[in-house]
Each structure stands twice: as C-alpha cells, then as structure tokens.
C-alpha cells in the first residue's frame, strides 16, 4: 500500500472513516510559509456536505494541526493534520464485509488485506479522507494564491446540462468560494434539480470537472516519467471516484486537424503565448506559461439506495442488497474542493523541485523574479 505521494514535498493520508482520526502529513514544505486557519476552514467548509444535495453525514471537521507549525507559520520539518471522526453511524455499515458494495472499495479491500481492513464506513478508502487531503494542501494553495497562481474548478457537465466555459480570469477566481461551482446560475439550477431527482429515485449521478490554474510558470515538469500532466493525472486519479482525466482539448484531439489543434505562437514583444490551448499549457509534459486547463470526471456515488446485487462473500450466494447509511447522491461539487487540493500540492511539488528542493518560499520568490525578467 503505498499512502505516501510526491517528490521533494510528499503528502502522507492516514486514518479510517470511523476510526478515531485521520490526517495528513506534509513533508519537505519551506519554512515560513504562512498558516492561515481561516482559509483552511473554508476550505474544508467547501468538501463537508451542505444542503438538500449531499448526505447527512455532516462532520464539523475540527482540525488540529500537531506539529511543523510554529508562531503561525510553517517551521520546515513535518506538518500533520488531524481530523478526529465524530459523527459515525458504525451500525449502518457493518455488512459490507460480508455484503460489498458495488462500485465501492469493500470486496477489493476484502481481498487485499484479507478481511483485516477496516471496513467500517469505507474505513481507509471512504471519502471522508479527502477532508485531511484539503485541509494540508490548503497551506500550499494559500501560498500558492499569494504567489499568483490561482486554482479555480467548475463542474462544466452533469449528464446533457452544460455550464458555460471560462472566458475570462475573474470567472476562474470567482470558482473559488463557490459551494455549488458553475459559472452560470442556469447551470447550477438545472444541475441541482436533476440531483434532487435521482435522489428521490434512490439513485446518484457524476458529471465532469474542469480546473484552470492561472499564473503557472514555464517549466514546470521532468519528463519522462513526471512530466506535469502525470503527475497531476496521478494525483487526481488518487481521488476516489475520479474515472477520467483529460487536459485541453483532451479526447476532442480525435475530431481535430493539425492546423486546428496547434496552438501557434504569439508574443507582446516581452513574452511568448499561444493563440489558442488546445494542449491545456502543457507541452512536452512541461508547463508552457497559458493556463492550466484540464478535466476530471466523477462517477455517480457508489452508495446507492436502490436494491442491487451483490454477494455475500463467506457463503458465496448471491443476494440482493439495499444500502442503509448517509450518502450523497452527488459528490462531484464536493470533489472539486479535493481536485483544487491535489493540483496545489502537485504545483508546488513541482516548483519545489525546479527552484529549490528545500524552500518554497525560495520557488514563490523565484517565479516573482522569473515574471519580472
Ligand atoms: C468527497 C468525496 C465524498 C465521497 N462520499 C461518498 C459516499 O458518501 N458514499 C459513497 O459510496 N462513495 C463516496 N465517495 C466515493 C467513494 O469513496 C469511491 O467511489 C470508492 O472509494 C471507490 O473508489 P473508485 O470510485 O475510485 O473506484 C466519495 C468520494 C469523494 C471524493
């Protein structure tokens, strides 16, 4: 099992659903970076379910922050996170050793580990866990933002309903304290509604993500095997439920030409872009100065409330299944805070390695510098 990621930072995910705790551990991070609780919290607010569209399962998230943190700021040695589990319903959970969930982790886990897992409420593979990756990578999205480089995601589609498209930087910055992120409210409302309804069918349902990052410098990636698309597919292929990652034009690349999938050169006289982003600011698995663009899709919540087959490992008999417990019937809106968290972590992985492998805070500064010539 391998719960440690990244090159010259690594993030560290410990803990189980309805353990005592979980939490996260930042490694390799510059000292004095500085810790903002209330911009952790809000982010954290933006992954915690809210409203008639997610579960009941509502965790306050009380986080601690029990070493690496001094005076408010970073101090360089190893940060950790905690989260302690308070609100657990183990009871609505337990069959699923005996009677998994389709879709869910709870017969791969049973084979891997042998039974051993905890499997309560999803136990190391439940979702709750993205909570503690939000809450660490918050501090590098913090000092990331104050460098310039601004994460923004936007669900852009939910089975036919399509949100509009970013169009200009302040759309990308306003996705950012969004709950429910669409850049249209035609978009948001029908979204909502069409939750709502597989909801009251007992049903769930994904749609697709998609994140600009503004502000990257050139350079970042090292080919071959961690070039920038890589390591972010990577990382946001660790979220669960996340079934595809494309980045610009992605798998339209097919319907496209040469002439119309090249993003051709330009320059203001001081700088070089591209007329178009088709490759989504990557070229050569190094980042080319445009925008970031790239998109996830999330698959429909496993847990689901209508009757499903399954079977009941220690007789080895089918048997029909009828899922208890709290759970979204949409997690995409939740996701995205977890998208945003791991494209920090893996920008500022990157820069970390490209400016410095021991500061940060010397990568920000080397970025400013680099806008500056
Ligand atoms: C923020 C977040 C919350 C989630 N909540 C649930 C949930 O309440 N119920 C559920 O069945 N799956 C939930 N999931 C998805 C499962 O954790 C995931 O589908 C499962 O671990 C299997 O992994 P896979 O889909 O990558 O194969 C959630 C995922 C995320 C990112």
């Known amino acids: 099992m391998k719960n440690t990621f990244g090159n010259a930072i690594t993030l560290t995910l410990f803990g189980e659903s309805h353990g005592q705790a979980i939490g996260a551990v930042l490694d390799g991070i510059a000292p004095g970076l500085e810790v903002n609780l209330d911009y952790i919290k809000e982010k954290l607010a933006l992954r915690r379910p809210s409203g008639t569209i997610s579960t009941a399962r509502v965790e306050g998230d009380e986080f601690e922050i029990v070493s690496g943190v001094f005076n408010g700021y970073t101090t360089g040695t190893p940060l950790t996170l905690l989260i302690k589990n308070t609100n657990t319903i183990s009871g609505d959970y337990l069959d699923f050793k005996d009677l998994p969930r389709p879709s869910h982790a709870d017969y791969t886990a049973n084979c891997k580990y042998h039974g051993y897992q905890d499997y309560r409420g999803g136990g190391h593979f439940s979702g709750r866990l993205t909570a503690a990756i939000v809450?660490?990578?918050?501090?590098?999205?913090?000092?990331?933002?104050?460098?310039?480089?601004?994460?923004?995601?936007?669900?852009?589609?939910m089975q036919n309903i399509k949100d509009s498209d970013f169009t200009d930087y302040t759309q990308v910055a306003n996705m950012r304290n969004r709950q429910f992120p669409t850049i249209t409210e035609e978009a948001e409302k029908q979204m909502k509604e069409l939750i709502e309804s597989v909801a009251k069918e007992g049903d769930s349902v994904g749609g697709i993500l998609e994140t600009c990052v503004l502000g990257v410098p050139v350079g970042l990636g090292e080919p071959w095997f961690d070039t920038l698309d890589g390591m972010l597919s990577h990382a946001l292929f660790s979220i669960p439920a996340v079934k595809a990652v494309e980045f610009g034009a992605g798998v339209t690349f097919n319907y496209l030409t040469g002439s119309k999938a090249n993003d051709q050169f330009v320059t203001d006289g001081?700088?070089?872009?591209?007329?178009?982003?088709?490759?989504?600011?990557?070229?050569?698995?190094?980042?080319?100065?445009?925008?970031?663009?790239?998109?996830?899709?999330?698959?429909?919540?496993?847990?689901?409330?209508?009757?499903?087959?399954?079977?009941?490992?220690?007789?080895?008999?089918?048997?029909?299944?009828?899922?208890?417990?709290?759970?979204?019937?949409?997690?995409?809106?939740?996701a995205r805070a977890v998208v945003d968290a791991m494209t920090a972590f893996v920008i500022a992985d990157m820069l970390t390695v490209r400016f410095g492998t021991d500061t940060m805070a010397e990568a920000i500064n080397s970025i400013k510098n680099a806008k500056k010539n």
Do not use: W
């Open 135 to 157: 809450g660490a990578c918050a501090i590098l999205q913090y000092a990331l933002e104050k460098a310039g480089i601004i994460i923004g995601t936007h669900i852009c589609n």
């Open 270 to 334: 001081k700088t070089v872009f591209t007329k178009g982003n088709s490759n989504g600011g990557i070229n050569g698995g190094i980042s080319n100065g445009m925008p970031l663009i790239f998109r996830c899709t999330v698959k429909p919540t496993p847990s689901i409330y209508k009757e499903q087959d399954t079977v009941r490992l220690s007789t080895m008999q089918a048997e029909k299944l009828q899922i208890k417990g709290r759970h979204d019937p949409a997690i995409i809106h939740r």
